[in-house]
């Protein structure tokens, strides 16, 4: 169904479908969770309720690979839960702790959430999220840390949803032949997504749209109050 409640045919639109890289010129599977199971990690806050009364209440982080006629690279989210809004991204051609931590700092620079505000972030338990440099960063931002169960992708389900929908809509479409083009696609789908995408599970409206909804009724008690 469209946002007007018609169906898909009948607006000559067409749905993306899902699909795992097979085949030449995908190369073998990459494995983007690697745990360390002598790291100390945060416990799960979360317990696979990824819902949210506000914004800036949840993130998830997750990133995943793309494979290009230059090698692999590596793209990562951090979602705000309320309503699905991307709130950072990066595109790398490592996968070290800098390159997770830039999304962090996108998000950061972003949202500013304030400090103590009960802002959760969650992750799998990947080595870029529970290395040190990365939760030191959420503690100091007053972000609480919390990560999922190892091999387990129903921890982070929200991310991974979200990753499956990017390679869906965007990574699967075509072949590619470095970063800065995926980086390119990226930049023009995160806006997309925020701003125009209709979301099923939060009403049919775009995620940006969603949180307006949510600030402007905030306003509206504040006044009848």
């Not at 002598?38 to 009364?53: G, L």
């Not at 090698?71 to 991204?89: E, K, L, T």
Request: aromatic letters at 12%; a positive charge.
């Amino acid at each position: 169904m469209n946002r007007n409640g018609r169906p898909l045919a009948q607006s000559r639109l067409r749905s993306a479908v899902r699909r795992k890289p097979c085949g030449a010129g995908y190369g073998k599977p990459v494995k983007t969770t690697v745990s360390d199971r002598e790291t100390p990690c945060p416990e799960d806050r979360v317990n696979r309720q990824f819902t949210a009364e506000r914004p800036n209440a949840l993130w998830v982080s997750d990133f995943t690979y793309v494979f290009t006629a230059q090698g692999f690279i590596y793209v990562a989210f951090i979602i705000d839960v309320f309503a699905r809004y991307i709130v950072g991204w990066k595109v790398s051609r490592s996968a070290r702790t800098d390159f997770v931590l830039d999304a962090l700092e996108q998000a950061l620079h972003a949202r500013q959430p304030f400090s103590r505000s009960g802002l959760i972030h969650h992750s799998d338990r990947g080595v870029q999220y529970v290395s040190i440099r990365y939760t030191g960063r959420l503690v100091e931002a007053g972000i609480e840390p919390s990560v999922g169960s190892v091999g387990d992708s129903y921890d982070n389900a929200l991310a991974e949803t979200i990753n499956g929908l990017y390679k869906a809509e965007v990574i699967h479409r075509q072949s590619w032949a470095n970063l800065e083009a995926v980086e390119w696609a990226t930049l023009t789908w995160v806006d997309w997504f925020n701003h125009r995408r209709l979301l099923e599970s939060i009403g049919y409206i775009p995620p940006a749209e969603a949180e307006a909804a949510h600030y402007r009724r905030l306003t509206e008690s504040a006044r009848a109050a």
